[in-house]
């Protein structure tokens, strides 16, 4: 028994929940894993998984070993990257997902200079608006807007997006633009509706003036769950939409979109570069993620002085 292969497969079989999709992750068959993980319970002469028919679940014993060999995994990662020689290009495959419009707009105009920098790396990106098991998708790591509730995730704070309020002309031909925020609530208007996260709710407008906050949910006819979906609602005249300020510049500038309320102010949308707590961090991803903080830098940088929210 290789032992390392096996702690390795068995750590995987933790995070992921199943063989299968532990085997996917290592690239081997998912009855080497299965074997893999049943000589170390031999060698340990303990039973580390209980398997059913349906799911794998950890056992007590297999619960304190994990937590003690994944810190050791992450050591040894540790190790062999401070022993490389310094000159040394990160290498390899990165597995990221970032929310489609992001990808569209920021990232992959900047990537030639992340890519003649780092040569050696290989992007494989997912371009989703969607929740991300990152653990069971073998994915390094994702870049998300708001706040992140999951605390089975690192994140890193690196920037965040202006937002603002805006309709197309041809949203405003049959009413007028609202001066007052609740007037969105009226049902000469409507919005378009963005589906968040796992719950597919819609979430409220919150817009602040001179110490007064007010609160909007507003009606849809569309909602949807995709960005770029989002925007072209908006720009097709389905309804009042809110939106970072670097997707909405250039639909502003062409006169597809016309700004709403200027003078009232939607909180930052903080951006996050998030990651599972128990996966090490090893050079490609960390180059990675040092990278987007420099881009965000320069096209949304961090609000030193955000107002209050709630």
């Known amino acids: 028994m290789d032992r390392f292969e096996a702690i390795t497969a068995f750590v995987r079989v933790v995070e992921t929940g199943s063989f299968t999709k532990a085997a996917a992750t290592l690239q081997i068959s998912r009855t080497s894993a299965t074997q893999l993980v049943q000589q170390l319970e031999a060698h340990l002469r303990i039973k580390l998984l209980n398997r059913t028919t349906r799911k794998v679940n950890v056992t007590t014993d297999g619960a304190v070993y994990y937590e003690r060999v994944v810190r050791l995994l992450a050591d040894l990662a540790d190790i062999e990257s401070s022993m490389s020689h310094a000159s040394a290009q990160p290498k390899g495959r990165l597995k990221i997902d970032v929310p489609s419009p992001f990808a569209r707009m920021i990232l992959m105009p900047a990537l030639p200079a992340f ?127 809110w939106l970072p300020q670097y997707m909405a510049r250039q639909h502003v500038a062409d006169g597809e979109l016309q700004p709403l309320l200027e003078d009232w102010r939607l909180n930052p949308m903080p951006l996050h570069v998030a990651y599972p707590q128990n996966r090490y961090v090893s ?22 002085h955000p107002a209050p929210r709630g």
Not at 182 to 204: C, D, M, Q
Not at 284 to 292: E, G, P, Q, T
């Open 115 to 241: 890519h003649a920098r780092y040569p050696e790396l290989q992007i494989d990106m997912g371009v989703s608006d969607r929740t991300i098991d990152l653990i069971g998708e073998n994915v390094d790591c994702v870049i998300r807007g708001g706040d992140l509730a999951d605390q089975s995730l690192r994140a890193r704070h690196v920037g965040d997006l202006q937002l603002g309020l805006y309709a197309a002309p041809a949203y405003l031909v049959s009413r007028s633009a609202p001066s007052d925020p609740r007037e969105l609530e009226s049902s000469a208007h409507r919005i378009v509706g963005f589906l968040w996260g796992r719950n597919g709710k819609t979430y409220p407008i919150v817009l602040r003036r001179d110490g007064e906050t007010v609160t909007i949910q507003g009606r849809y006819v569309v909602a949807v769950d995709d960005g770029n979906a989002y925007l072209a609602a908006g720009v097709a005249g389905m309804g009042v939409l």
């Open 283 to 304: 050079s490609r991803l960390r180059v990675f993620i040092d990278w987007i903080a420099e881009l965000m830098a320069e096209h949304a940088p961090i609000d030193r």
